[in-house]
């Protein structure tokens, strides 16, 4: 017989539970932040007309929010997504803040 919380939950219904959660909030949150890395640094990087690019990193911004919302509840660990996801956003986000003062061409 599995042992209770406090709360009354068994464990394994309550590691069940937070996994949900984990992807959730790593499916919103996460590709929201992606996605808007993916836009502004699409933005900011293509050489192409100003206009062209930002239509084309809003678009690109779509697809990167979907891959991640379905990356996060189709691997078989959330772990392993929140540290793709991480490895994807951290540097995008270090290069584009770095292009935008001055640090990168």
Known sequence: MPRSTATGASPTRL????DVASRVVLAAAGGYVAAAL????????????????????MLSSF?????????AFGATRATRVWFWT???CVPMGLALYLSMHGGAP
């Open 15 to 18: 590691a069940h539970a937070l």
């Open 86 to 88: 991480t490895a994807y």
């Open 38 to 57: 993916t836009t502004a640094g699409l933005a900011r990087w293509l050489p192409i007309a100003r206009a062209d690019a930002v239509i084309t990193g």
């Open 63 to 71: 697809a990167v929010y979907a891959l991640v919302a379905i990356f």
